[in-house]
């Protein structure tokens, strides 16, 4: 279970930053600077590479980690969008596109959340191995709120093996 205050929290990246490098240095940079806006990473996975989903042709990087703050969720995520915007990222609001840092809440301590900017959980996120692998590693035992499935039950029903048709 989650201490209060913390958030489960996403990390892609597929294109290289001029300062930082490439995507998985851009990941352990954003860690860095999570830590810069008051949001205590917890734990962190190491970083997977993954491959894109849409039109993008670039393999991402993708973590997870465990942020702690007292911030209510849209406080949290206005300090992630900032992060976004200081490693380049635009407000295009095209998706699976290529980007230099993506970065997601999925959980929260408190349950669920929603407002016209931002609903926990991630709306996504039980469908998606790039964010349940790494999630996996950090947050096996956080319980998805509307499931009430752990971490590690959605990626193994995610990918465990189908057997083949008859």
């Given amino acids: 279970m989650p201490a209060p205050g913390s958030y489960l929290v996403a990390l892609g990246s597929n294109v290289r930053h001029p300062r930082h490098g490439d995507p998985r240095k851009v990941l352990a940079a954003a860690l860095d600077s999570l830590g810069r806006a008051g949001l205590a990473v917890v734990s962190a996975s190491p970083p997977v590479s993954t491959a894109p989903i849409g039109p993008s042709q670039r393999h991402y990087a993708n973590s997870a980690a465990i942020v702690a703050s007292d911030l209510p969720p849209e406080k949290v995520l206005d300090r992630l969008k900032r992060i976004e915007r200081d ?25 669920s959340f929603g407002s016209a900017a931002l609903v926990i959980p991630h709306i996504a996120y039980r469908d998606r191995s790039f964010v349940l692998g790494p999630a996996a590693t950090v947050a096996a035992s956080w319980r998805d709120p509307i499931t009430g499935l752990t971490i590690k039950q959605l990626h193994t029903r995610l990918t465990r093996p189908r057997p083949a048709p008859r």
């Fill in 87 to 111: 490693f380049g990222r635009t407000g295009s609001g095209q998706r699976w596109r290529a980007r230099v840092l993506d970065l997601d809440i999925i959980l929260w301590s408190g349950g």
